[in-house]
């Protein structure tokens, strides 16, 4: 059998520099999107022993005395899944405050435990928190992108790039999981997606939920995947089922704990009454909205619609991944008023500098694209730094003051 490739995560260098300065550090993201392997790549180097929560014998012995077994933790040490043992964090915390040294342990989390009660609280201070995402277009290609430093500096020249065409949906549909993507396109790939969000709501969400509510999760999240890149509708997502939306509603945070959906929330400043003010709902990888789907790179080409849809989404995930190791903290909103004008995305970074990047699936861009752009323009008055509308052609065209048509594949190309 082939040996998997391993790919270069930019985030390293993160995680190296916050074990310089913190006692604990939290990488957490969904299962298989590469915790461990970056854990022991950066931790078994340094002297750090490896410990998985996945073993039920090492979790129950946690979960009895979590407060013996942290005490007899080597000096470093790599905790797994750490999830599975929430009583562990008051004894870390102990452990902590008595020995402040920085990179005593690296936990890893498949769930969002900083939803578990009080314990963004107990850490506070003790603990970096990193977000590592599936894998980004630019680690595959195995560059560092400089999109990101582009669009705030409005630095985008006359260049001819490559169209994707076909391409494009080969990589929508791809999505980012490391697996995944080794994989064959086709049969191969979408199996493993199922078996993987299978898997996960087996795993993750069992403990959580009563048999009858676990049954109602794999049509929730398909209904999910075909809403993503749409306001959240939870009427919509209630309807084929017997329950409240309120529930509907609990389900899908639930989903969010284990990082299969996000919502982008909407961006406004308070004078701006007109805003719409609801969430969109975006699927984690566009891969697994695609299988869950049933849609192959072949079916989404040809689904322009579709395709339009889950494009958006895989920008708005790139970004997202390119912003993990960014050196700015940015924030990410999305744009529509009570016109239905709309931005896919905003970005703000800092006080005073927000950029909208419109996602389209055509290789032309004209004047009404840039229409989300120009209110978002106005809206956001001295502070708009630049818009982009990201589309499939193959030449990076200014359009107007600060105003720019960029190819899809200038995000994680040079």
């Not at 750090?48 to 014998?57: I, L, T």
């Not at 849609?295 to 689904?303: Q, R, T, V």
């Not at 912003?323 to 006080?351: I, M, N, P, Q, T």
Request: charged share 25%; hydrophobic share 45%.
């Amino acid at each position: 059998m082939p040996q998997a490739r391993v790919y270069l995560r930019f985030a390293r260098e993160r995680l190296l520099e916050a074990l310089e300065d913190a006692p604990l550090v939290l990488l957490h993201g969904p299962r298989q999107c590469g915790k461990t392997t970056l854990a022991k790549d950066v931790g078994v180097a340094a002297g750090y022993a490896y410990f998985s929560f996945d073993e039920p014998g090492l979790a129950a012995s946690a979960k009895a005395d979590p407060v013996g077994f942290v005490a007899d933790l080597p000096p470093k040490a790599i905790l797994d899944e750490v999830q599975h043992v929430p009583e562990i964090f008051a004894a870390m915390k102990l452990a902590v405050d008595r020995d402040r040294r920085p990179g005593r342990a690296i936990l890893t989390g498949s769930a969002n435990v900083l939803l578990l009660p009080k314990l963004a609280d107990s850490l506070a201070g003790r603990m970096r928190i990193l977000r590592l995402y599936p894998l980004s277009q630019s680690e595959l290609a195995g560059r560092s992108p400089d999109f990101l430093d582009r669009l705030f500096n409005a630095d985008f020249k006359l260049k001819r790039h490559r169209r994707l065409g076909p391409e494009l949906a080969e990589r929508v549909v791809a999505g980012g999981f490391p697996e995944a993507v080794s994989l064959p396109s086709g049969r191969k790939r979408r199996d493993w997606c199922l078996s993987y969000v299978e898997a996960l709501l087996e795993k993750d969400l069992r403990e959580h939920l009563k048999p009858s509510a676990l049954a109602v999760m794999p049509q929730l999240l398909k209904m999910a995947a075909g809403q993503t890149a749409h306001l959240v509708n939870i009427s919509e997502l209630a309807g084929p089922f017997k329950v409240s939306r309120n529930t509907i509603g609990e389900y899908t945070n639930l989903l969010g704990r284990v990082f299969l959906l996000e919502n982008l929330p909407p961006w406004h400043r308070n004078r701006l009454s007109r805003l719409v003010k609801t969430p969109k709902l975006h699927m984690a990888d566009t891969g697994l909205a695609a299988a869950l789907l049933g849609a192959d790179a072949d079916d989404l080409y040809k689904d322009r619609t579709l395709l339009g849809q889950l494009l958006e989404t895989f920008v708005v995930q790139e970004l997202r991944k390119q912003a993990s190791w960014y050196e700015s903290a940015l924030e990410f909103h999305h744009y529509r008023d009570k016109d239905k004008v709309e931005v896919d995305l905003v970005l703000e970074r800092g006080l005073h500098s927000v950029a909208g990047v419109e996602v389209k699936t055509a290789a032309s861009v004209d004047e009404g694209d840039l229409k989300g752009l120009r209110k978002l323009a106005e809206a956001a008055g001295k502070d708009f730094v630049a818009g982009v509308v990201l589309y499939d052609g193959d030449t990076t065209l200014k359009l107007g003051q600060n105003l720019f048509a960029v190819p899809l594949a200038s995000l994680w190309e040079p």
